[in-house]
């Protein structure tokens, strides 16, 4: 643990380009400009942030925990020191996972002030439930960080880009993220098949603690579906870098 | 002198995408006493990496036992884990870190305080003439080096057994000849070092004692000198394996 904390604090500037530039330039343009420009009304920001907390904390769970597992199972081997301790080898997934939910609490901090700085006020945004908002921070960043670890050990390095285009970008657009899930209330097939998605509970519970006079899902439901998820992402992820560590 | 290894029946099968097996290991018996160089001889594919990842518990056997240091590998992987250090056939530092972070994270992992790893770590460093590259980023190091580092980290946590698997693969021989003499020199300290090798000058030269397998089955077991006596009229390892196995090593 010591060891990835050392490693995170060397890199944080990369870290932090790689994690929170994409969510910011959607902030610039969604949440600024185009308001200015009367291309959309001013309560879409209120929408909009919350959802790209959400992305931002996915993302970077989900990255920084996926991107060097494919690199150490696969060419560095730079894991193996860590496999040769004398610790249980699930243990060694636990510390990749709570390493992951870190990095995703960071980008979560940054990319609030930061928005909210870039947008101007936003309607009806609250830091009133700031403990309930950090537990949905850190069940989302925990369930994207099983993901992150199953992803990671369980495809190769050639296949990596590929990840990021058929799983990680259609979870991203379809993860009501840059629109309410309640948004969705015309398209009814939209509506229920994005419920597969982790990512519309991240986003509708960070609707729900950050702009919650907004509409948005019920807490007991988005909390509810992310401690399930969080179980079985976390069973298959464990189970496949065991599969991977031992041979 | 006792055991630090006890292997009995060991037996690993790997599953082909065809639905059939392939045997790595093909129930290995083998004892090697505390102390004791101990060299696995044989060519690619003879289960020697299988033989040295069951024992570092790295792979588990489909079938038979071993134990290390008073450890099974099976029951109590951890415990096996705290006893021995590893060098892999090809050097994998932390590349995020430095040479001597490698050391001592890797110390704090075996629960070994900072100041006394760090205080190790340049012992082990001085030792291994890679001292001057303390503060280097282990990309910066050759191959030599790194594999060098890579031995630092396997005696770091002061291990009862060494293990290293192909160690001079892709060294100069130059570097070779300075991982030789480390061997001799950990070895003149009564550690127990177990090494595999397709060289058979280097096995000849260091080990103690030699098993050299093939199809994961045990061939021959004795000392060098013993086994080259088994040629007619006297002669090197490489004609003893050839009248073993019917081909040459390499």
């Known amino acids: 643990m010591r060891r990835d904390v050392r490693v995170l604090r060397r890199e944080l500037p990369f870290f932090l380009l790689r994690t929170v530039m994409q969510p910011l330039l959607f902030i610039v343009v969604f949440g600024y400009m185009l308001p200015r420009m009367g291309f959309v009304r001013g309560e879409y920001t209120t929408a909009l942030l919350p959802g790209v907390i959400a992305v931002s904390l996915t993302l970077s769970a989900v990255q920084s925990v996926a991107l060097p597992m494919v690199q150490d199972f696969g060419h560095t081997k730079e894991i193996e020191d860590r496999l040769l301790a004398p610790i249980p080898i699930p243990l060694v997934a636990v510390e990749k996972m709570v390493m992951g939910v870190l990095q995703g609490i960071i980008a979560a901090l940054v990319v609030l002030p930061a928005g909210r700085l870039i947008m101007g006020p936003i309607a009806g945004l609250t830091l009133g439930h700031a403990g309930t908002a950090l537990a949905v921070t850190i069940l989302g960043a925990a369930t994207f960080s099983a993901i992150g670890l199953w992803l990671g050990s369980a495809i190769g390095a050639t296949q990596i880009g590929l990840m990021f285009s058929i799983i990680v970008a259609p979870m991203i657009f379809f993860g009501c993220a840059y629109y309410p899930w309640r948004g969705l209330d015309p398209i009814p097939i939209a509506k229920y098949a994005v419920l597969v998605n982790p990512l519309v509970y991240v986003a509708e519970g960070m609707r729900a603690v950050l702009t919650p006079e907004m509409p948005h899902m019920p807490l007991a439901a988005v909390v509810g579906a992310l401690v399930l998820l969080l179980a079985g992402f976390s069973a298959l992820a464990i189970r496949s870098f065991l599969r991977r560590a031992i041979g | 002198m006792s055991a630090a290894i ?61 134990v290390v240091a008073g450890a099974d590998v099976r029951r109590s992987s951890v415990a096996v884990r705290q006893r021995i250090g590893v060098v892999p056939q090809r050097a994998n530092p932390d590349l995020s870190l430095t040479a001597l972070e490698n050391l001592v994270f890797h110390a704090g992992y075996f629960g070994i305080p900072r100041v006394a790893a760090t205080a190790r770590a340049h012992t082990l460093m001085g030792t291994l003439g890679i001292a001057d590259k303390m503060r280097a980023r282990v990309g910066e190091l050759s191959g030599g080096q790194q594999q060098r580092l890579m031995i ?45 090798t397709h060289y058979m000058e280097e096995a000849d030269q260091l080990c103690d004692r030699l098993a050299i397998i093939d199809h994961g089955a045990l061939l021959a077991l004795d000392t060098p000198v013993a086994l080259k006596a088994r040629v007619p009229g006297g002669g090197t390892l490489d004609e003893l394996f050839i009248s073993l196995t019917g081909r040459e090593l390499d």
């Open chain 2, 6 to 66: 006890h292997i009995s029946g060991l037996r690993k099968e790997y599953p082909t995408p065809g639905g059939g097996t392939v045997i790595a290991l093909a129930g290995l018996d083998l004892d090697i006493a505390s102390g004791e160089l101990f060299g696995l001889l044989g060519p690619n594919g003879a289960g020697k990496s299988t033989t040295i990842g069951i024992l570092t518990t790295r792979i588990r056997p489909t079938a038979g036992s071993a």
């Open chain 2, 152 to 196: 630092a980290r396997a005696l770091i946590h002061e291990p009862r057994v060494i293990f290293l698997d192909e160690p001079t693969v892709g060294l100069d021989p130059q570097a070779r000849l300075g991982l030789w003499e480390i061997l001799r020199s950990l070895h003149a300290d009564g550690r127990t070092i177990v090494m595999t």
